[in-house]
Protein backbone atom coordinates (compact mmCIF):
# COMPACT_ATOMS: atom_id res chain seq x y z
CA UNK A 1 0.00 0.00 0.00
CA UNK A 2 2.44 2.87 0.96
CA UNK A 3 4.95 2.10 -2.14
CA UNK A 4 1.87 2.70 -4.66
CA UNK A 5 2.68 5.97 -6.35
CA UNK A 6 -0.25 8.12 -4.62
CA UNK A 7 0.00 7.14 -1.30
CA UNK A 8 4.33 7.64 -1.76
CA UNK A 9 3.64 10.95 -3.24
CA UNK A 10 1.30 12.08 -0.23
CA UNK A 11 3.92 10.72 2.30
CA UNK A 12 6.10 12.91 0.48
CA UNK A 13 3.56 16.21 0.49
CA UNK A 14 3.31 15.47 4.50
CA UNK A 15 7.41 15.51 4.28
CA UNK A 16 7.38 19.05 2.53
CA UNK A 17 4.83 20.67 4.51
CA UNK A 18 6.26 19.58 7.92
CA UNK A 19 9.20 21.04 7.25
CA UNK A 20 7.87 24.47 5.88
CA UNK A 21 5.43 25.31 8.55
CA UNK A 22 6.36 26.33 12.27
CA UNK A 23 5.49 24.19 15.16
CA UNK A 24 2.38 26.18 15.72
CA UNK A 25 0.59 25.22 12.92
CA UNK A 26 -0.69 21.72 13.22
CA UNK A 27 -0.47 19.42 10.13
CA UNK A 28 -4.18 17.48 9.49
CA UNK A 29 -4.03 14.67 7.34
CA UNK A 30 -7.21 13.25 5.34
CA UNK A 31 -8.05 10.06 4.40
CA UNK A 32 -11.71 7.99 3.74
CA UNK A 33 -12.76 6.39 6.88
CA UNK A 34 -13.50 2.27 6.78
CA UNK A 35 -17.17 2.62 5.53
CA UNK A 36 -16.33 4.99 2.95
CA UNK A 37 -13.74 2.88 1.68
CA UNK A 38 -16.03 -0.44 1.90
CA UNK A 39 -18.71 1.89 0.19
CA UNK A 40 -15.79 2.62 -2.85
CA UNK A 41 -15.21 -0.34 -3.41
CA UNK A 42 -18.50 -1.70 -4.11
CA UNK A 43 -20.70 0.92 -4.83
CA UNK A 44 -23.18 2.88 -2.82
CA UNK A 45 -26.22 0.15 -4.07
CA UNK A 46 -24.34 -2.79 -3.13
CA UNK A 47 -22.97 -1.35 0.00
CA UNK A 48 -26.39 0.16 1.36
CA UNK A 49 -28.58 -3.25 0.11
CA UNK A 50 -25.95 -5.75 1.88
CA UNK A 51 -25.94 -4.34 5.46
CA UNK A 52 -29.10 -6.47 5.10
CA UNK A 53 -28.63 -9.18 2.35
CA UNK A 54 -25.04 -9.93 2.96
CA UNK A 55 -23.84 -8.74 6.39
CA UNK A 56 -20.98 -11.05 7.20
CA UNK A 57 -19.42 -9.34 3.29
CA UNK A 58 -19.86 -5.68 4.35
CA UNK A 59 -18.06 -6.58 7.80
CA UNK A 60 -15.30 -8.04 6.09
CA UNK A 61 -14.96 -5.24 3.75
CA UNK A 62 -15.16 -2.74 6.64
CA UNK A 63 -12.57 -4.86 8.53
CA UNK A 64 -10.14 -4.30 5.58
CA UNK A 65 -11.02 -0.64 5.30
CA UNK A 66 -10.27 -0.39 8.99
CA UNK A 67 -6.40 -2.03 8.29
CA UNK A 68 -5.95 0.16 5.27
CA UNK A 69 -6.93 3.34 7.41
CA UNK A 70 -4.49 2.19 10.47
CA UNK A 71 -1.55 1.15 8.43
CA UNK A 72 -2.17 4.58 6.17
CA UNK A 73 -2.26 6.55 9.55
CA UNK A 74 1.03 5.56 10.78
CA UNK A 75 2.55 6.03 7.84
CA UNK A 76 1.24 9.71 7.56
CA UNK A 77 2.36 10.09 11.53
CA UNK A 78 5.79 8.94 10.53
CA UNK A 79 6.21 11.50 8.15
CA UNK A 80 4.84 14.61 9.94
CA UNK A 81 1.33 14.56 10.19
CA UNK A 82 0.20 15.86 13.87
CA UNK A 83 -3.54 14.50 13.17
CA UNK A 84 -5.33 12.27 10.73
CA UNK A 85 -9.20 12.95 10.05
CA UNK A 86 -11.11 10.42 8.33
CA UNK A 87 -14.04 11.58 6.85
CA UNK A 88 -16.88 8.38 6.69
CA UNK A 89 -20.19 9.95 6.28
CA UNK A 90 -20.61 6.25 5.12
CA UNK A 91 -21.49 5.18 8.37
CA UNK A 92 -23.92 8.33 9.53
CA UNK A 93 -27.97 8.12 9.79
CA UNK A 94 -28.33 9.95 6.59
CA UNK A 95 -27.11 6.40 5.02
CA UNK A 96 -27.04 3.47 7.52
CA UNK A 97 -29.73 2.80 10.67
CA UNK A 98 -27.86 3.88 14.28
CA UNK A 99 -27.90 0.08 14.97
CA UNK A 100 -25.50 -0.72 12.10
CA UNK A 101 -23.35 1.94 13.50
CA UNK A 102 -22.99 -0.30 16.32
CA UNK A 103 -22.97 -3.70 15.36
CA UNK A 104 -20.87 -3.26 11.72
CA UNK A 105 -18.41 -0.30 12.59
CA UNK A 106 -18.30 0.75 16.45
CA UNK A 107 -15.86 -2.13 17.45
CA UNK A 108 -13.86 -1.21 13.92
CA UNK A 109 -13.56 2.26 14.94
CA UNK A 110 -12.15 1.32 18.56
CA UNK A 111 -9.79 -1.19 16.89
CA UNK A 112 -8.30 1.73 14.96
CA UNK A 113 -7.62 3.84 17.67
CA UNK A 114 -6.09 1.04 19.48
CA UNK A 115 -3.62 0.66 16.83
CA UNK A 116 -2.83 4.20 15.72
CA UNK A 117 -0.07 5.74 16.64
CA UNK A 118 -1.41 9.90 16.94
CA UNK A 119 -4.37 11.93 16.91
CA UNK A 120 -7.47 10.93 14.97
CA UNK A 121 -10.75 13.36 14.14
CA UNK A 122 -13.43 11.44 12.87
CA UNK A 123 -15.98 13.89 10.33
CA UNK A 124 -19.40 12.38 9.76
CA UNK A 125 -21.74 14.66 7.00
CA UNK A 126 -24.77 14.92 7.32
CA UNK A 127 -27.30 14.79 10.94
CA UNK A 128 -25.06 12.37 12.82
CA UNK A 129 -27.16 12.97 16.09
CA UNK A 130 -28.53 9.97 16.59
CA UNK A 131 -24.67 7.89 16.70
CA UNK A 132 -23.21 10.76 18.95
CA UNK A 133 -23.34 8.74 22.16
CA UNK A 134 -21.53 6.02 20.98
CA UNK A 135 -19.32 7.87 18.92
CA UNK A 136 -17.63 9.58 21.45
CA UNK A 137 -16.66 6.61 22.77
CA UNK A 138 -14.57 5.27 19.85
CA UNK A 139 -11.43 6.73 20.77
CA UNK A 140 -11.59 9.04 18.38
CA UNK A 141 -9.58 12.75 19.63
CA UNK A 142 -11.84 14.86 17.88
CA UNK A 143 -15.87 14.61 15.98
CA UNK A 144 -16.31 16.79 13.10
CA UNK A 145 -19.87 17.68 12.87
CA UNK A 146 -21.52 19.62 10.16
CA UNK A 147 -23.87 22.54 10.35
CA UNK A 148 -27.12 19.80 10.32
CA UNK A 149 -26.00 18.95 13.68
CA UNK A 150 -27.06 21.52 16.99
CA UNK A 151 -24.40 22.33 18.42
CA UNK A 152 -25.95 22.58 22.32
CA UNK A 153 -27.07 19.26 21.67
CA UNK A 154 -23.93 18.08 20.60
CA UNK A 155 -21.74 19.16 23.13
CA UNK A 156 -24.31 17.86 26.14
CA UNK A 157 -23.99 14.32 24.64
CA UNK A 158 -20.11 14.45 24.28
CA UNK A 159 -19.53 16.18 27.20
CA UNK A 160 -15.75 16.42 27.95
CA UNK A 161 -15.23 12.71 26.51
CA UNK A 162 -13.67 14.07 23.14
CA UNK A 163 -13.32 17.56 21.14
CA UNK A 164 -16.27 18.49 19.17
CA UNK A 165 -15.73 20.43 15.79
CA UNK A 166 -17.80 21.86 13.52
CA UNK A 167 -19.86 23.39 12.06
CA UNK A 168 -20.11 26.50 10.09
CA UNK A 169 -21.65 26.19 6.96
CA UNK A 170 -19.04 26.56 4.47
CA UNK A 171 -21.94 27.52 1.55
CA UNK A 172 -24.36 29.38 3.38
CA UNK A 173 -22.44 30.90 5.31
CA UNK A 174 -18.05 30.81 4.38
CA UNK A 175 -19.29 31.01 0.72
CA UNK A 176 -22.53 33.29 0.57
CA UNK A 177 -22.49 35.94 3.88
CA UNK A 178 -20.39 38.96 4.50
CA UNK A 179 -17.76 38.85 6.64
CA UNK A 180 -18.99 40.38 9.50
CA UNK A 181 -21.83 37.73 9.52
CA UNK A 182 -19.40 35.18 8.96
CA UNK A 183 -17.90 36.28 12.21
CA UNK A 184 -21.24 36.89 14.25
CA UNK A 185 -22.52 33.32 13.34
CA UNK A 186 -18.75 32.05 14.37
CA UNK A 187 -18.58 33.58 17.50
CA UNK A 188 -22.06 31.69 18.39
CA UNK A 189 -21.07 28.63 17.36
CA UNK A 190 -18.13 28.56 20.27
CA UNK A 191 -20.29 29.89 22.74
CA UNK A 192 -22.70 27.09 22.07
CA UNK A 193 -19.89 24.38 22.73
CA UNK A 194 -17.59 24.25 20.06
CA UNK A 195 -14.01 23.12 21.03
CA UNK A 196 -12.60 23.35 17.63
CA UNK A 197 -14.30 26.26 15.13
CA UNK A 198 -14.22 24.68 11.59
CA UNK A 199 -15.83 24.57 8.41
CA UNK A 200 -19.09 21.87 8.97
CA UNK A 201 -17.86 20.11 5.68
CA UNK A 202 -15.15 20.86 2.42
CA UNK A 203 -14.92 24.50 1.39
CA UNK A 204 -16.49 25.56 -1.67
CA UNK A 205 -14.00 26.23 -4.39
CA UNK A 206 -14.62 30.38 -4.74
CA UNK A 207 -14.72 31.05 -0.68
CA UNK A 208 -13.38 34.26 -0.32
CA UNK A 209 -10.03 35.07 1.55
CA UNK A 210 -11.43 37.54 3.16
CA UNK A 211 -14.45 35.49 4.73
CA UNK A 212 -11.34 32.81 6.17
CA UNK A 213 -9.62 35.98 7.49
CA UNK A 214 -12.89 36.74 9.30
CA UNK A 215 -13.82 33.21 9.75
CA UNK A 216 -10.20 33.12 11.89
CA UNK A 217 -10.31 36.40 13.57
CA UNK A 218 -13.59 35.70 15.01
CA UNK A 219 -11.92 32.59 16.98
CA UNK A 220 -9.27 35.16 18.08
CA UNK A 221 -11.71 38.08 18.79
CA UNK A 222 -14.12 35.27 21.08
CA UNK A 223 -11.45 34.24 23.49
CA UNK A 224 -9.74 37.71 23.95
CA UNK A 225 -13.19 39.11 24.83
CA UNK A 226 -13.77 36.09 26.76
CA UNK A 227 -10.25 36.78 28.53
CA UNK A 228 -11.48 40.26 29.54
CA UNK A 229 -14.83 38.99 31.79
Known sequence: LLERERVATLLKTTDIVKERVSDDIPIVAGMLGPAALAMSLVGARNYLMWFISEPDTIKELITIGTDICIEYSNALFEHG?????????????????????????LDEYKRLNQKVHG??????????????EPLSTSGFDGI??????????????????????????????????????????????????????????????????KNLKAFVDARDEYYLEKSKL
Open 119 to 132: KTIAHICGDASDIL
Open 144 to 209: SIEEKVDVGYAKSIIGNKTCLIGNISPVETLLGMPPEQVKEEAKACINDGIDILAPGCGLAPHTSL
Open 81 to 105: ADVVCLPDSEAGPDLIPPEFFETMI
